[in-house]
């Protein structure tokens, strides 16, 4: 299972390092790599290019964030373009990081909260649709009697009380398993729905 994790890590990395425009010591900072809320498109040491998609066609926000970027020390200058969604930023690179120019982006355009948000994966989403629909159609069915939880924990206890029996008590571990998996999800069931 590590070597799977790994892989799909590396993956992810490698798409990273595609970009060549980006200079390298931009890529380990988190907030620069916030592709939903801003990214960066070029980075030079004294020159940062960024992309944010909720400038598109927003003239005052565009004016907005070069009034506020100007007065920060250490910035020469800013170019925003609400057509192509992107902020130009000249700093001194000695004086100022373009995280700092980020988290000034961020703070202007109010997405302090975005970049904080939990993020989840559209397949852990789908299955817990999935777990739902799969409860209420089992809950349904029974006429309020099971759940699909309740359901799989009587299966699981079932089959494990059946195999400690055919096997013998020699074979506690497989069977002993399942019905500990079977008395712990009804029991946590139960503390919370209390």
């Known amino acids: 299972m590590h070597i799977i994790t790994g892989l799909v890590l590396t993956g992810l990395m490698g798409r990273l390092g595609k970009d060549k ?3 390298s010591t931009t890529l380990r900072s988190p907030i620069l790599r916030a592709p939903t809320v801003l990214s960066v498109v070029h980075s030079l040491p004294g020159r940062t290019r960024f992309r944010v998609p909720r400038l598109c066609g927003d003239a005052r926000t565009a004016a907005a964030i070069e009034e506020t ?4 020390e250490g910035v020469r200058s800013v170019a925003v373009s609400h057509i192509s969604a992107t902020v130009l930023v000249e700093h001194d690179a000695e004086r100022i990081a373009p995280e700092v120019v980020a988290a000034a982006l961020i703070r202007v355009l109010g997405l302090e909260n975005e970049i904080t948000r939990d993020v989840e994966a559209a397949l852990a989403r789908e299955l817990r649709e999935f777990s739902r629909a799969a409860n209420r159609a089992v809950y349904e069915k029974t006429g309020g009697l099971l759940d699909f939880k309740t359901a799989l924990f009587l299966v699981l206890a079932f089959l494990g009380a059946r195999k400690m029996l055919q096997q013998g008590t020699l074979a ?8 500990w998996w079977a008395g712990n999800g009804l029991l946590r069931g139960r503390q919370t729905a209390s």
Do not use: D, K
């Open 172 to 179: 506690l571990p497989a069977g002993f398993t399942l019905l």
């Open 69 to 72: 970027l100007q007065g920060i």
């Open 21 to 23: 425009a980006v200079h």
